[in-house]
T-cell receptor, first 114, second 112 residues
């Protein structure tokens, strides 16, 4: 089966611009998660979708971040306007419905805001 | 609250050396514990896990034991290889909700 794919792999933008990250989960995986790793720090949870519904968005840092998962398939994470502290690696993960389902991670998108 | 603390890197070892990467955690309740690995240019992969106290997770020669009394889950390997060079993340999570807490990651470089 194809893994979790993320696009782009790298993005360099200027402060104040907008960037949209995309995640395609493994087909059939209802759970989709976004995480972020700021340079040298821990990977932190941002939010969790179950199908198209936001189950938990407690980790979203502020209202400059908007995540969607229309139709319950792929997801986008938009940052608008981007700030310097948004730089980091954004990971997406997916899993099947139910407990004990392992997380499958994508390769991440490295975002650099200059 | 819930958190994971792991030893800071980077760690550089010679091939066939013994590896220990320390990980301790703070958690409410009884989470599962995990080690994830990120090889260069790739995503996070589950390396091993343990779901309850005294469980030992093992994979690819790596081992870690869930120690409730010391709230630790140290990663060990008896003889590292160049191909083990990667970033290793300790994490905890629950069976419900799937919300994970990760450590900061430890970069390992193994030299021939």
């Amino acid at each position: 089966e194809a893994g979790v794919t993320q696009f782009p792999s790298h993005s360099v933008i200027e402060k104040g611009q907008t960037v949209t990250l995309r995640c395609d989960p493994i087909s059939g995986h209802d759970n989709l998660y976004w995480y972020r790793r700021v340079m040298g720090k821990e990977i932190k949870f941002l939010l969790h979708f179950v199908k198209e519904s936001k189950q938990d968005e407690s980790g979203m840092p502020n209202n400059r971040f908007l995540a969607e998962r229309t139709g319950g398939t792929y997801s986008t994470l938009k940052v608008q306007p981007a700030e310097l502290e948004d730089s980091g690696v954004y990971f997406c993960a997916s899993s099947r419905e139910g407990n004990n389902s392992p997380l499958h991670f994508g390769n991440g998108t490295r975002l650099t805001v200059t | 609250g819930n958190s994971v603390t792991q030893m800071e890197g980077p760690v550089t070892l010679s091939e066939e050396a013994f590896l220990t990467i320390n990980c301790t955690y703070t958690a409410t309740g009884y989470p599962s514990l995990f080690w994830y690995v990120q090889y260069p240019g790739e995503g996070l992969q589950l390396l091993l896990k343990a779901t309850k106290a005294d469980d030992k997770g093992s994979n690819k020669g790596f081992e870690a034991t869930y120690r409730k009394e010391t709230t630790s889950f140290h990663l060990e390997k008896g003889s590292v290889q160049v191909s083990d060079s990667a970033v290793y993340f300790c994490a905890l999570g629950w069976n419900t909700g799937n919300q994970f807490y990760f450590g900061t990651g430890t970069s390992l470089t193994v030299i021939p």
